[in-house]
């Protein structure tokens, strides 16, 4: 544990955008049963808004870069989902530093995580993208590394299926949001997943 690869925020970029792209239909689907599907679209707008300036981006400190990154976000993914992504990558620039090691990283996502949960005044248990975002920090903190951590990305979003929506437009359904994954969950562990097997793969 402790070893990340430096990787360019270019790269980053590119695959953050890639498996938003090539799972935008299955983000609309899922939002489609429980929600008002335009979470896959919502995504793909935001992630190729981004990587249309991922040079200009990339010539900034990381701390800047990520704050640019979630300013765009918010302007671009819009729905509940646009600001939420954006505070994450928002606090995360405001918490990270230039060269982040991974006791940095982990912090600066707690802190990050915290915003999310202050912005949506939600909290774990409400079937929403918080459910994966805590446990990949509890990984973190455990010092979990490559594929544990997307595995629990993974389990978490897929721990969202029985959980009844507490948060957004699924829990105007009530007990009919049982059943199926939450479709910000599913993003949040697809770019989970992208991100650490670049930073440790
Ligand atoms: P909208 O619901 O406005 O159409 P999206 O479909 O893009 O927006 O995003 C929906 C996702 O946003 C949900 O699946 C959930 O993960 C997340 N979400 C919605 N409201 C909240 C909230 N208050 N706190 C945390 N996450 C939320
Ligand atoms: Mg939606
Ligand atoms: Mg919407």
Do not use: C, Y
């Amino acid at each position: 544990t402790g070893t990340m690869n430096k990787v360019d925020l270019k790269t980053l970029i590119s695959v953050a955008a890639d498996t938003i792209a090539a799972h935008a239909e299955e983000l609309t689907s899922l939002d489609q049963a429980i929600g008002d599907g335009d979470h896959g679209l919502n995504m793909k707008r935001g992630f190729e808004a981004v990587r249309a300036e991922a040079d200009t981006f990339a010539t900034k400190p990381l701390p800047d870069a990520l704050k640019a990154i979630g300013t765009k976000l918010v302007m671009t993914v819009g729905g509940a989902s646009g600001p939420l992504f954006g505070t994450l990558f928002m606090a995360l620039g405001k918490e990270i530093s230039a060269e982040p090691d991974r006791a940095n990283l982990t912090a600066a996502f707690g802190k990050a995580i915290e915003a999310v949960a202050a912005r949506g005044k939600s909290q774990v248990g409400q079937k929403t993208m918080l459910d994966v975002l805590q446990p990949v920090h509890d990984a973190l903190l455990q010092g979990k590394t490559g594929p544990e951590i997307t595995d629990a990305a993974d389990s978490a979003a897929a721990a969202t299926v029985p959980m009844k929506a507490l948060r957004g437009r699924a829990s105007f359904l009530g007990d009919r949001s049982i059943g199926h994954m939450d479709a910000g969950a599913r993003s949040t562990a697809l770019l989970v997943r992208a991100v650490t097997e670049i930073i440790e793969g």
